[in-house]
Structure formats: structure tokens, C-alpha cells
């Protein structure tokens, strides 16, 4: 057996470990899968990252594949590829590992689907995500949130202090309205518990998995070094035309609300 095929099978999960993530999974809405990428993995991760964020063309202002967020000097910064799968043999590799694939259909029960996937780099000073819930931008899918997760692939060490994701315990059982004044938006803050908050560490290699509906947000980069993450999200379904559907509507809508266009209308104010 050769090194690579030795490490790949060593990562898939022994029942006993899938059965104790599926539990906390649908207890808490979401789960840590421990070490699930081998170290040789994951630096072959990180060495593509670079690769992607290195390409020509990126940092376009009309590149539909980048979104931009105010970085820390207050102007736009590009902070995530999507989708990336297209132009990424090694992050599909990570999106549709076997040990992955293989711990989703469990904790679903059903064949996991990839629907959408983007890849993450938060540079230190970049602000975060307000708390929502990712089931809230999928309702127009017509699947049930029960069946729509999202597994945070992570290539550096990540917590609070360097805009890691935090969760709000056990708010995957129902969509949450929005404030008063405007109930179709992201959940009302207010209304959420403080209490139920966990912000789980990450390692190099390990997978958070969360539920459509949990609640959670992240925070700014004040580390030191970016804080880079993988983010295929999965349908248990038998539809394989779900990742074309996606990516077609979503086109169509970065375009007419022209989401990640924001800096070419101000550098372009004058013409
Ligand atoms: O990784 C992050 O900082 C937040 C990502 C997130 O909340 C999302 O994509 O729904």
C-alpha cells in the first residue's frame, strides 16, 4: 500500500467516533470532526491556497468568483473565492474526500451532494459575520434544512482570536425571525441566548460540520496571520444537478444586485 493510500484510509472514522459526532450534530448543530485531513493533507491544502490567491485577475473589481469586505484600513478587501471547485483540483479533492463524504452520510442519512463551495481568507484586521443562518439564503432549493449542512474544512489553527466561528447551542430546530422592523432578515441578535454561545478551537485538519439552520457568526482577524478556511456546503439528495442549480441562480443574483461589485462603483465614481 502506498504512503498516500495508507494515510487517506487511516483518517476514515471508526462507527463509534461517527456515532458520538451524529449525536452531538443533531444535539447541538454542529460537530468537530477531530483530525479527519492527514498533516501531508493539509499542507498540500495550504500550498494550493497560495496557488488560488496568487492568480491573475482577482483581484478584478468585475471578477464574479471574488466578494469583497472592508478590511482593516477601512477599505475593500477580497476575501473569498466562489465558487473555487472549478479552478481547483486539490480543494475539490478536500470538498469530496472520501473520509469526509463518507462521515456526511452518516450524520444525514443520505448521499451527501456538494451544493456550493467557497474558500475563505480572512487577513488579520478583516471584519467577520453577523449571526445567521445559512438556511435563510436556501429556502428557494425546496429541501429540508434537515439535509442541507456546511463543513468547515480548516487549514490553520483557528479560535476566537482569529475570527474562528461561533455557535449558538441548539438553535438548528426552526428559522429564526429577523428584528421587528425587519423580520425577513438575518435573525434579530437581541432575541438570541449569550449564554449558548461556543466558539469551538480548531486544529489543522479538522472538520466542523453545522446544520442549515444553527445560528452562527464570526468575528475580526486580530491574529497575526490569515485565517484560511475551506466551506462546501452538502444536500443529502439524489440530485446531482444541484451544484449547477445553485451556481446558475447565484450569477444571475450577484449580478443584479451587483454583490461584490461594490469597489468598482467607487473607484469609478468620477466617470
Ligand atoms: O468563516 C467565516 O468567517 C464565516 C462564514 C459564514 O458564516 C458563512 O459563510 O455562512
Given at each position: 500500500m502506498t504512503s498516500t493510500l495508507m494515510e487517506k484510509s487511516a483518517r476514515l472514522l471508526s462507527d463509534d467516533d461517527l456515532d458520538t459526532y451524529k449525536k452531538q450534530y443533531w444535539k447541538d448543530g454542529y460537530t468537530v470532526l477531530r483530525g479527519l485531513y492527514t498533516p501531508a493533507e493539509t499542507e498540500s491544502y495550504r500550498r494550493e491556497v497560495e496557488r488560488l490567491f496568487h492568480l491573475?485577475?482577482?483581484?478584478?473589481?468585475?471578477?464574479?468568483?471574488t466578494e469583497f469586505r472592508r478590511g482593516p484600513d477601512g477599505r475593500y478587501a477580497f476575501d473569498r473565492l466562489d465558487p473555487v471547485l472549478d479552478i481547483s483540483p486539490g480543494m475539490t479533492d478536500a470538498a469530496k474526500h472520501p473520509a469526509l463524504l463518507g462521515a456526511l452520510r452518516t450524520i444525514l442519512d443520505g448521499s451527501p451532494e456538494v451544493l456550493k463551495c467557497k474558500l475563505i481568507r480572512k487577513e488579520p484586521g478583516t471584519n467577520g459575520y453577523i449571526p445567521h443562518q445559512d438556511f435563510l439564503y436556501w429556502r428557494?432549493?425546496?429541501?429540508?434544512?434537515?439535509?442541507l449542512c456546511t463543513a468547515v474544512i480548516n487549514l490553520y489553527p483557528s479560535d476566537a482570536r482569529n475570527g474562528g466561528l461561533g455557535f449558538y447551542r441548539g438553535t438548528h430546530h426552526a428559522l429564526l425571525p429577523g428584528p421587528?422592523?425587519?423580520?425577513?432578515?438575518?435573525?434579530?441578535?437581541?432575541?438570541?441566548?449569550?449564554?449558548s454561545i461556543d466558539m469551538p478551537a480548531l486544529e489543522p485538519g479538522d472538520v466542523l460540520v453545522f446544520h442549515s439552520l444553527a445560528v452562527h457568526f464570526s468575528g475580526r482577524?486580530?491574529?497575526?496571520?490569515p485565517r484560511t478556511v475551506l466551506l462546501p456546503s452538502y444536500c443529502a439528495t439524489d440530485d446531482s444537478g444541484l451544484y449547477r442549480k445553485y451556481y446558475q441562480r447565484e450569477v444571475v443574483r450577484r449580478c443584479k444586485e451587483m454583490v461584490g461589485f461594490e469597489r468598482y462603483f467607487e473607484r469609478n465614481a468620477a466617470i
Open positions: 491573475d485577475g482577482l483581484d478584478d473589481d468585475l471578477n464574479l468568483r428557494w432549493l425546496d429541501e429540508s434544512p434537515d439535509k421587528a422592523s425587519d423580520p425577513q432578515a438575518d435573525c434579530d441578535p437581541t432575541a438570541l441566548d449569550a449564554a482577524n486580530a491574529g497575526e496571520v
